[in-house]
């Protein structure tokens, strides 16, 4: 089955500095990967998403890049803010079969 | 768009007893719902999948007999965690997924339910 790994585990970044995280997966059948956030105590929520035909994807602030080759996939923060402070997954999915793999988490601190 | 709601956010219950736990989405049919259960400072490890009138698939390791699974319409489904023991204490996280129209199927997550097993 799928294998998704996730780096880094803990990440402290200083206000409006950039953050990466990044994940690899094993299954070169995986199409979709989504990225989520979760706050503390509540469940995780869809950030951002991209899927095997495209290789950037932006949002605001926000951005994924994948390298299909390498099995590979990142998502970027600028000007990070207090409020980016939460731990985020990385997910691999084969479309068609709906069922997510996740990463293990990063948790990402915002220092004011 | 896209909102499911879990009921309860926190259960606390004595060790021996039944809990159940409705997920909901709010506003989109749901053609597969999903139950997670999360550890302190771990991932999301996926339970079982729930697809509408028909039997849950269960993940290697999950007792069907212990977390029974419903999923009654495309909007409902619901985990009832049998005869519960303080290792049942978890965070439990369902999603609900929207596919079809060629789209990839995404999944939105409620905000979870605490479960506290004394």
């Known amino acids: 089955g799928e294998n998704v790994e996730q780096h880094p585990s803990t990440l402290s970044v200083q206000e409006g500095d950039s953050a990466v995280i990044k994940c690899t997966y094993s299954d070169s059948a995986s199409n979709y990967f989504p990225w989520y956030k979760q706050e503390l105590g509540k469940g995780p929520q869809l950030i951002i998403d991209?899927?095997?035909?495209?290789g950037e994807k932006k949002d605001q602030r926000i951005a994924v890049t994948l390298n299909k080759t390498a099995k590979h996939f990142s998502l970027h923060i600028t000007e990070t803010q207090p409020e980016d402070s939460a731990v985020y997954f990385c997910?691999?999915?084969?479309?068609?079969?709906?069922?997510?793999?996740f990463g293990s988490g990063t948790k990402l601190n915002v220092k004011p | 768009g896209a909102v499911v709601s879990q009921h309860p956010s926190r259960v606390i219950c004595k060790s021996g007893t039944s809990v159940k736990i409705e997920c909901r989405s709010l506003?989109?049919?749901?053609?597969?719902m999903f139950w997670y259960r999360q550890f302190p400072k771990q991932s999301l490890m996926l339970m079982a999948t729930?697809?509408?009138?028909?039997?849950?698939?269960?993940e290697q390791g999950v007792e069907k007999d212990k977390f029974l699974i419903n999923h009654a319409s495309l909007t409902l489904s619901t985990l009832t965690v049998t005869s519960a023991h303080p290792e049942d204490s978890s965070f439990y996280i369902c999603?609900?997924?929207?596919?079809?129209?060629?789209?990839?199927?995404?999944?939105?997550f409620g905000p979870g339910t605490r479960l506290t097993v004394l």
């Open positions: 991209i899927r095997s035909n495209v």
């Open positions: 997910a691999a999915s084969e479309g068609n079969f709906n069922k997510f793999y």
């Open positions: 729930s697809n509408e009138g028909s039997k849950a698939t269960y």
């Open positions: 999603s609900a997924s929207i596919s079809g129209g060629g789209q990839y199927p995404k999944q939105y």
């Open positions: 506003d989109f049919q749901a053609t597969t």
